[in-house]
């Protein structure tokens, strides 16, 4: 039987996808929260098909060809392997995808993760449907309904002042995007009266970005109806972040563990603050001797991602949790801490753009380093040190349009200066840090 040309009809999928993820979350998700046993057959069984697939491509053929893999040896196949390093993912992703899933069906992420290049990684729709069912899940643990409305704090110039959306896979959530950024004490009225009337549950953005709505909140700009919840993600959390956001906007505030490559993986206990528990019905997790965290997908059957290494550092907690969920928790993580920017007016920016335009020049590193606001300096180590002039004239060309600036350069330089004794330099080193912006807000004290 052919199937209509609609099978590939992207709304469609995204429809079927919440549908089968709510019925996952019923079979298996909520289920697994108060049945061990079902959990770890569950890891076992879908890592022991996520190993024979991954036998099927060239990478880890040598490893896993012509072995028998069951759910018993699974988890011991699996600890014999490599790790796989991002570099195989920038290089040679050929060398990861099973040929599983039609081209024409894999869903594309792009991810720079910590290191700064961007990769791109595959899925099938377990992403999503898996996605639903945990989110649901995570959700149901903290208070909120499917349908909730949720305030997205951003601050990427790109984006307007306000804006709406869907996170169809976020317990069908309605999305009301706010631009800190942008927001002047002018729309203090605007803003305040429709945050208000959008009746939201949740405030949800990157760290910098609620603490920036945090400062928004101080100065008068906006002044937001309380909120049932402030959920974080996509950098680690600060300690002085985290008291922050609980003095300013007074609610629960859960952080959540994601990467581009896998989705969100791990979510703050509500019982236990600073432990996040592993959605391990998707993903296996491990921490090695150095403390770096490998990841291993058990349900995408495009790309093999087995024994993962994304960079970030962990620790594994195995000890049962108070709040009775069999799920493994990580904490004490440390991954990317990214920074705003502040302008030429003082505004404090996404960095966003300046990556997108750097990550994918012909540089082995770079840096963008900012001293005073509106002043940025951008070093550049080319891989053809012979281009580096030509480079930095078309850099400094594009940059400038990013952002309001009073004064950028853009310079070559060697490898080594962009080399710490403990590896790479960070890709920006600015003012606007979470330590700055908490002192922002609670002392009114301004480092740029
Ligand atoms: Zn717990």
């Known amino acids: 039987m052919t199937s ?58 040598p490893h896993l060809g012509g072995r028998q893999i069951t759910a018993d040896n699974a988890e011991a196949t699996l600890a014999a392997l490599p790790v796989l390093e991002k570099d195989v993912l920038r290089h040679t992703p050929e060398a990861i995808t099973t040929g599983l899933v039609d081209p024409w069906d894999v869903l594309k992420v792009r991810t720079s993760g910590t290191t700064g290049e961007p990769v791109w990684i595959i ?18 643990a903290y208070g909120l309904q499917p349908g909730l409305r949720v305030i997205r704090a951003t601050a990427d110039l790109r984006h ?50 609620i603490l920036l709505a945090a400062l928004r909140q101080n100065e008068g700009t906006i002044d937001f109806p309380k909120f049932k919840a402030v959920l974080t993600h996509g950098d680690s959390l600060d300690a002085r972040a985290r008291a922050t956001i609980a003095d300013v906007f007074g609610c629960p505030h859960y952080d959540l563990y994601g990467l581009q490559e896998f989705g969100r993986v791990g979510w703050e206990c509500p ?43 962990g620790e594994l907690l195995t000890e049962p949790c108070p709040c009775g969920r069999p799920h493994v928790r990580l904490t004490k993580i440390e991954g990317r801490k990214r920074a705003l920017v502040a302008d030429a007016d003082g505004q404090l920016v996404n960095i966003k753009p300046l990556r997108l335009i750097l990550e994918v020049q012909p540089l082995h590193r770079w840096q963008v380093r900012q001293n005073e606001a509106g002043c940025l300096d951008v070093l550049i180590a080319p891989e053809s040190p012979a281009d580096g002039d030509e480079l930095a004239r078309d850099l400094y060309a594009a940059l400038k349009n990013t952002m309001r600036l009073r004064e950028l350069t853009v310079r070559p330089v060697e490898l080594a200066e962009l080399t710490t004794a403990s590896g790479k330099a960070p890709l920006f080193q600015l003012l606007a840090t979470q330590e700055a912006l908490s002192a922002a807000v609670v002392d009114n004290a301004t480092s740029w």
Not at 282 to 310: E, F, K, W
């Open 160 to 209: 307007g002042l306000v804006d709406y959306e869907t996170m169809p896979f976020f317990g069908q959530a309605t999305v009301l995007q706010v631009n800190m950024s942008t927001a002047t004490p002018g729309d203090a009225a605007f803003l305040t009266r429709l945050c208000a009337e959008f009746k939201p549950d949740v405030l949800w953005g990157q760290p910098v970005e």
């Open 4 to 61: 209509h040309e609609w099978w590939h009809n992207a709304d469609l999928r995204m429809a079927t996808a919440v549908g089968d993820g709510w019925r996952l979350f019923n079979d298996l998700y909520l289920r697994a929260q108060t049945d061990a046993d079902l959990l770890a057959l569950t890891r076992r069984t879908r890592l022991a098909q996520s190993l024979t697939h991954a036998a099927r491509t060239e990478h880890f053929a």
């Open 271 to 313: 019982q236990s603050p600073g432990t996040y528990h592993i959605d391990e019905e998707r993903v296996s997790i491990d921490v090695q001797g150095d403390g770096q965290v490998l990841i291993t997908s058990l349900t995408n059957t495009a790309m093999s991602l087995l024994r993962y290494r994304p960079g970030d550092g």
């Open 123 to 140: 899925h099938d729709d377990t992403k999503l449907t898996e996605s639903t069912a945990a989110n649901l899940r995570m959700l149901d």
